[in-house]
């Protein structure tokens, strides 16, 4: 009888931790998407914003805030467009880049997944 006791509440308390594990892990995966999602939105609106830009000013209003005061700067023979063009490939690699790690944490099964879609640091050397 003891022995049937012990067996039915391993059990019981093995089911609980694994649902717990399985929501945890949902709501981690539900944050991540939905933090990924709203970057996407910010960049898609400044990729928009500089492809509607008409001068380097505006251009410079579209950047984030941490660059605001540093002014675009056309290297010598270069055209406005030239210039735009550049910088919304740029921004489109990003999204590029971004949309990957949303599609990686919208795959991922299980909690080491979702760590790994992570995006490693560069070391410096």
């Known amino acids: 009888m003891k ?6 509440l391993l059990t019981t308390l093995t ?18 998407l939905s933090k990924i999602t709203t970057r996407i939105a910010k960049v898609e609106n400044r990729k928009n914003c500089m492809q509607n830009a008409t001068s380097l000013e ?4 579209c ?3 941490k660059y605001k005061n540093r002014p675009f700067k056309l290297k ?3 055209t406005f467009e030239e210039k735009r063009t550049k910088v919304v490939n740029r ?3 990003r999204i590029v880049k971004i ?14 997944a979702l760590k790994a879609c992570k995006p490693q640091k560069k070391t410096k050397r």
Request: hydrophobic share 40%; net charge positive; aromatic share 4%.
């Open 58 to 61: 505006k251009m410079q209003s």
């Open 99 to 112: 949309n990957k790690r949303k599609a990686c944490v919208e795959n991922a099964l299980d909690i080491r």
């Open 63 to 65: 950047r984030v805030k």
């Open 15 to 32: 089911v609980t931790a694994f649902a717990n594990e399985t929501r945890n892990f949902s709501i981690k995966k539900e944050k991540i």
């Open 3 to 8: 022995i049937l006791m012990t067996t039915l």
């Open 91 to 93: 921004i489109t690699k």
């Open 76 to 78: 010598k023979g270069m």
